[in-house]
């Protein structure tokens, strides 16, 4: 839940008049670093689709046990723009 909340945080800043989908993904980043442990690896990607602003986040959770990482199923937020490109 907490890394769809900050893709669609992500989103919801980059699609603002005075920022870009590059503000997006790190205003995401910035959140996750706050509230997910530090042992997690996080990526972003952004991309535009109409009017629409999409911030995608894939995660590597640390080791558990034997298996030496989990991957999270690539999560994805949207906003949509305040102003066209």
């Known amino acids: 839940m907490l ?3 900050a893709a669609v945080s992500g989103a919801r800043e ?7 989908p ?6 995401a980043l910035k959140l996750l670093e ?3 442990p530090s042992l997690a ?3 972003t990607n952004s991309a535009l ?3 629409v ?13 034997f298996i030496e990482s989990i991957s999270v ?7 949509e723009l305040e102003r066209q490109f």
């Open 3 to 5: 890394i769809r909340d």
């Open 14 to 20: 980059g699609a603002l008049a005075e920022n870009t």
């Open 22 to 27: 590059a503000d997006g993904e790190r205003y």
């Open 34 to 36: 706050q509230r997910v």
């Open 41 to 43: 690896n996080f990526s």
């Open 49 to 51: 689709d109409g009017g």
């Open 53 to 65: 602003l999409k911030i995608a986040i894939s995660a590597d959770l640390p080791q558990v046990g």
């Open 73 to 79: 199923p690539l999560v994805v937020g949207s906003a």
